[in-house]
């Protein structure tokens, strides 16, 4: 099974700020990564799939980049709303895993 | 509108069974990657599950002999039907919809708690 390790644990910024997460696998996942964003109560929501593709109605503030085994999220500028927690996923092999997640919280 | 409605969970002992359900309206289950992931309390995502759109089932490690993965086309359900429940098994179960040939989840439903407990 594919390990995907996401760092930091906890990213503290103020909004305005530039946020740039990092999620790493234990092999090579070409660009099948996707990124999602989880705030409490709520399910999961789909931000970017394949490592660089937006979701629809994604604001542009959010990017991703990398491929193999190293990938990046950024949140150009955060908003108030963006704070919540960031899971990365990997559809490369069976079975799909999901990384620890990166919770982006308000300094 | 693609709507996915989770139902079945609930508390129930150690070894037992439980089926979870989710209803899709807006598009046909048949034609996409479904899956179930669950999240225990104050915990990550863990992927349970998924039916391909050509029928064929992959189960996490953790679940497998113990879980099955379903889906009634007429009715447009997805269903896990879960046996030998263990206290590790409590969570909230959401199911997803992937696309027509990949696991990109788009659409969630809100999820329904399991709790395994005497």
């Known amino acids: 099974e594919i390990v995907l390790t996401q760092s930091p644990a906890t990213l503290s910024l103020s909004p305005g700020e530039r946020a740039t997460l990092s999620c790493r696998a234990s092999?090579?996942?070409?660009?099948?990564l996707l990124w999602y964003q989880q705030k409490v109560g709520q399910a999961p929501r789909l931000l970017i799939y394949?490592?660089?593709n937006r979701a629809t109605g994604i604001p542009a503030r959010f990017s991703g980049s990398g491929s193999g085994t190293d990938f990046i999220l950024t949140i150009s500028s955060l908003e108030p709303e963006d704070f919540a927690v960031y899971y990365c996923?990997?559809?490369?092999?069976?079975?799909?895993?999901f990384g620890q997640g990166t919770r982006l919280e308000i300094k | 509108e693609v709507q996915l409605v989770e139902s079945g969970g609930g508390l129930i002992q150690p070894g037992g069974s439980l089926r979870l359900s989710c209803a899709a309206s807006?598009?046909?289950?048949?034609?996409?990657?479904m899956t179930w992931v669950r999240q225990a309390p104050g915990k990550g995502l863990e992927w349970v599950s998924v039916?391909?759109?050509?029928?064929?089932?992959y189960y996490a490690d953790s679940v497998e002999g113990r879980f099955t993965i379903s889906r009634d086309d007429s009715k447009n359900i997805l269903y896990l039907q879960m046996n030998s429940l263990r206290a590790e098994d409590t969570a909230v179960y959401y199911c997803?919809?992937?696309?027509?040939?990949?696991?990109?989840?788009?659409?969630w439903g809100q999820g329904t708690l399991v709790t395994v407990s005497s």
């Open positions: 394949d490592a660089s």
């Open positions: 807006g598009f046909t289950v048949g034609s996409r990657y």
């Open positions: 997803a919809r992937g696309t027509q040939s990949t696991s990109r989840y788009d659409y």
């Open positions: 039916i391909l759109s050509d029928g064929n089932t």
């Open positions: 092999q090579s996942v070409s660009s099948y």
């Open positions: 996923q990997q559809r490369s092999v069976w079975p799909i895993t």
